[in-house]
Structure formats: C-alpha cells, structure tokens
C-alpha cells in the first residue's frame, strides 16, 4: 500500500510482532479471483456492487429505516470482543459432573438493544466507557427499505460465486457496526466467508489453517473453542513457543471491498483506531462436499480430524486431564 491516497495511515494499526504478507487485492472481473478462491486462498475482490445498495447505510439511515426490534449487542469492557458459545459453559457431564471443572467468566455481555440506544452510546462513547459491537443477524425483523436494499445486493454476484466454487446454501447474512478499535481476536469458522465492508475501514489479519499448532486454539469442549488463545498484543512465549514462527497475511478493507475468507482459515478483525465505526455485511455459506480427498490431507482437514479425535477422547475419557496422558503414551517413542 504505497502512498496513494488510501484514506488511513499506519499509526491507525495495532501493532504485533507477527511477519504478514498483503493479501492480493484483484477487481472482481479478474480471472485470478476464481482461482485463488478454488485454491481456498484468501483474496480482497474489488470493484464489486455486492452491497452498492447498503452503502447508503450511515447511522441515521439505519435509525431511521431499521425497524424498533431488538438487535444483539456485544458489550466489553475492553477493545476485544473475543467470541463464546454460551452452549459449552454450563455442560452436564455423563456422570452429571457439571463444567468439567473449567472456570469461565465471559469476557463481553450479549444484550438485546434498540437501535437508537446502540447509535446514542456509539456517539456519546469516550475512553474508559464501554465498548460495543452490534452482530445482528439480518432476518425480517428489520424495517422495509432494509429489506429492499437487502434485496438489491448484486445476488447474481455472490450465487455466482456459490455457483463456481461448489459451494453449499447461504446459512446467514450478519450486520455488523464496530466502534472504532473494537478487535475481533484470531478465530476460524467453519463456514465459507464473503466478507462484505460497507463503511469505515477494517484490518484483517489471515492465518492458513496450517498454522494451527502455532496458534493454540482452546480445547473443543471450551466456550472459546475455536478462539486462538495467544493474546497478540501480549503474546506468552513461554507457554505459545510456536506463535513466535507464525506467518500470516492482512489488508485494509475499504468500503465496496468484498474479502474472501476460506474456510478454518483464522482471522483476526480490527476496526482501524480513530477511524469512526464500522459497518460490515458476512455472507456465511456452508462448504460444498468435500472432493476427491487427496493425500497428504490438506491442512482444513487435519483440522476437521483433530476436533473428531478430541470429541471422541472426551466422550471416552470424560476428564480432559486424562488426554494429555493418553496421547503422550501413543505418540511418545512410537511415533517419533
Ligand atoms: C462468531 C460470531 C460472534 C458469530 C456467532 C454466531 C453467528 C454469527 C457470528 C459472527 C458473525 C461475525 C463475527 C465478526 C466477524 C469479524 C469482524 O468483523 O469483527 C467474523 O469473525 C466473521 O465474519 O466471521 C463474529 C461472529
Ligand atoms: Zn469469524
């Protein structure tokens, strides 16, 4: 990104010590894009209309045209919004033992918010306050002109996409408004990820699914199962070694900009600081079947079989302080 006009600069980024790449920036009616897409391989399509229609969406328009329901707010009390799946806190063991032991304080409060407060707290917000994270997803709730803008998203582009790559149904289309600096930490999603920006800019960090063992997600049975559990601003060395090789890619979203996020591919997501909020559109799709599978098993699907085996030894071992024990006595000295 040399020094063309690009609306942010540097001292706008947060800054790791972590070696990244830029992700490719292609126009959408460049070749280049389905190939890198077939290669599961990140790439930022530019030029696209897929969410022309929302780009009139400023927060007046919203407050206006949104309809008065409820929309799920994340609230932290820093500037990460690491993601939980309240499903995994409270789990009844076999044997009726409650959490396996795992303590676990969620780190942000989900609420339900109208969006006139929403606007009112992002506009009145100061340092120190709150943060919040608006992830809605879009359903009928929402006001008509929504829908209508809704409707005119350019679908051909994105079903054709869809339609290329094999892959399966659109499952959800998440609205998402940010506060500016809020952080999405390092995560994968098992969905395939049109990653639509339609105001303000947003820095997303890639990781490949490969670079799992440097990443350190939490067990599968935790609540920030598939969370990375590195804290990248304060990385512990001492217990994540492996993290100091990562290699990653980023870009700078800009509004109109479409990213394309692979499936298990890790990412982090930071609304760029004193850049005013963010408003973002996810199109989430399932992934089409799996293929001739070919050996070596690409990195996705090492993944895929990892998160088996540790269902699997939970399911038998009941006490997750018995796999370490059990897969040292497989591997150590037999496999080496
Ligand atoms: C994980 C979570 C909370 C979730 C649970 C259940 C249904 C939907 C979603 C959902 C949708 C979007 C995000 C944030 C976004 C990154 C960013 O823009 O900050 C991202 O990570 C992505 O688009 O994949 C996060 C979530
Ligand atoms: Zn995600």
Redesign the pocket.
Known sequence: MGSEKKGWDYSQLRKYDISLEQIPRLDYQDPKVDELMAENEPVVITGSKLVKSAEKWNLDYLEKHMGNGDFTV?ISRNYK?K?YDEKKILQKLPNNETNRGVEFTPPTKMVEMKLPEFIKRLKEWKRGDERL?L?Q?LNDTVGPAIVRDFLKFDWDFCNSIQKKQNWGPLT?N?L?I?MEG???PC?Y?E?Q?L?AQVQGY?R?ILFSPDQFDRLYPHPVYHPHDRQSMVDFERPDYSKFPKFKDIKGCETVMEPGDVLY?PIYWW?Q???LMRGDH?I?I?F?YKNGPTGPITYPLKSHHKVAVMRNVEKMLLEVLHDPKEIPPLMRALVLGRYT
């Open positions: 994340f919004f993601y994270y992830q997803g959800s998440h998402l940010g809020n952080v999405t995560h999603d969905q990820n990653f947003k997303c996020i990412h997501v930071e609304s963010t973002t996810n989430w």
